[in-house]
C-alpha cells in the first residue's frame, strides 16, 4: 500500500523500532499515531521526526490497558481523519531466569503487554481498517516465538502467541482489503531491558565477541517496506532468518543449538 499520506498507529513509539518506525513512516510522507507509556520518550519521537504540526500526534497509554486502547480510534481519527494500517510492535522482556524462578505476577506482566495488548489493538482497530480501501495489520513477533529461549520463557511464549494470532488472522482476513503482516526480529540493539525494568548478563560469543545485532532503522526500514508491499512473513537479522530454516528442518537441533548458545553467552 502507500504510506504518503496513510494513516498509521504505532505502538510502542516512544523508543526502540517503535520510534524508527515512526520516523520512517514519517520521512515517506505518512501520517502518524504514536502510542507509548512514556510521555517524555514519545515527546522525543516527536521531535527527532520534525514534522510538519498535526502529522504526528501522542497517545500515552499502556497497550494492556483494554478501556484505554478502545478509546484509542476516537482519539486518531479526531486528529488524522482516518485510520489505514496499525503497527503493534510495543513489547517488553522478562528476567533471565527460568520460568520456575519467575512469580506469577511477573509471566502476567508479560503477557499482558505482549499477548493481550496486541489482541486488544488488533481487536478494537480491525473493524475500522476493513472500512478503508487498503489497510495493513502489522504485528511483532520475535525470534524466540520460533525457537525457545531459556530465561526468556514467559516472553517467548507471548511472542509465540503473537505469532498464532497474527497467522490466523491472515488466513481470515484472506480477500480482504487488509493486509496482515508479522515481523520476527532477531537482536536489535534497542533498549528493551531497560524498558522492561530487568537487568541482563553482559553477553558475549566465544573469543569475546559481541552478539551480531541489526540496527533500530534498518529493522524499522525492513517493517515499512514490508507494510508497503504488504508483505506476510518478515524475519530481520541473520539469526532470525537462520533460526528459522533451523527450527523447520531439524526442530530439536533447534532448540539444544539456542540453549547450549545461551548457556555460553549467559550462562542460563
Known amino acids: 500500500m502507500q504510506?504518503?499520506?496513510?494513516?498509521?498507529?504505532?505502538?510502542g513509539g516512544g523508543n526502540g523500532i517503535g520510534?524508527?518506525?515512526?520516523?520512517?513512516?514519517?520521512?515517506?510522507?505518512?501520517?502518524?499515531?504514536?502510542?507509548?507509556?512514556n510521555p517524555d520518550t514519545l515527546a522525543e519521537t516527536l521531535r527527532l521526526a520534525a514534522a510538519p504540526a498535526g502529522r504526528i500526534t501522542a497517545h500515552v497509554l499502556?497497550?494492556?490497558?483494554?478501556?484505554?486502547?478502545?478509546a484509542l480510534p476516537d482519539q486518531v481519527i479526531a486528529a488524522h481523519g482516518q485510520i489505514d494500517g496499525l503497527l503493534s510492535i510495543a513489547g517488553i522482556i522478562q528476567r533471565f531466569v527460568h520460568v520456575e524462578e519467575l512469580s506469577i505476577e511477573e509471566i502476567?506482566?508479560?503477557?499482558?503487554?505482549?499477548?493481550?495488548?496486541?489482541?486488544?489493538?488488533d481487536k478494537t482497530f480491525l473493524p475500522l481498517l476493513k472500512q478503508r480501501p487498503r489497510a495493513a495489520l502489522l504485528n511483532v513477533s520475535s525470534m524466540g516465538g520460533l525457537v525457545p529461549?531459556?530465561?526468556?520463557?514467559?516472553?517467548?511464549?507471548?511472542?509465540?502467541?503473537?505469532?498464532?494470532?497474527t497467522e490466523c488472522l491472515y488466513a481470515e482476513l484472506r480477500g480482504t482489503n487488509v493486509a496482515v503482516t508479522v515481523v520476527f526480529p532477531g537482536a536489535v540493539g534497542t533498549n528493551?531491558?531497560?524498558?522492561?525494568?530487568?537487568?541482563?548478563?553482559?553477553?558475549?560469543?566465544?573469543?569475546?565477541?559481541?552478539?551480531k545485532v541489526t540496527a533500530p532503522?534498518?529493522?524499522?526500514?525492513?517493517?515499512?517496506?514490508a507494510v508497503a508491499n504488504g508483505t506476510f512473513r518478515v524475519l530481520i537479522g541473520s539469526d532470525a532468518r537462520?533460526?528459522?530454516?533451523?527450527?523447520?528442518?531439524?526442530?530439536?537441533?533447534?532448540?539444544?543449538?539456542?540453549?547450549?548458545?545461551?548457556?555460553k553467552m549467559l550462562g542460563i
Request: charged share 25%; net charge positive; no cysteine.
Open 3 to 11: 504510506i504518503a499520506d496513510k494513516v498509521f498507529v504505532v505502538s
Open 19 to 37: 520510534r524508527e518506525v515512526v520516523l520512517e513512516l514519517a520521512r515517506r510522507g505518512g501520517r502518524v499515531a504514536a502510542v507509548d507509556l
Open 62 to 70: 499502556s497497550v494492556s490497558d483494554r478501556v484505554a486502547v478502545e
Open 108 to 121: 502476567e506482566r508479560v503477557m499482558a503487554v505482549n499477548f493481550w495488548g496486541t489482541l486488544y489493538l
Open 149 to 165: 529461549v531459556p530465561g526468556q520463557g514467559a516472553y517467548g511464549a507471548s511472542k509465540g502467541a503473537v505469532k498464532l494470532l
Open 192 to 211: 528493551i531491558t531497560g524498558n522492561s525494568g530487568v537487568d541482563v548478563p553482559t553477553a558475549t560469543m566465544p573469543g569475546g565477541k559481541a552478539p
Open 217 to 225: 532503522d534498518d529493522a524499522a526500514r525492513q517493517i515499512v517496506d
Open 242 to 263: 537462520m533460526l528459522d530454516r533451523l527450527s523447520r528442518l531439524s526442530p530439536t537441533r533447534a532448540i539444544t543449538t539456542v540453549a547450549d548458545q545461551m548457556k
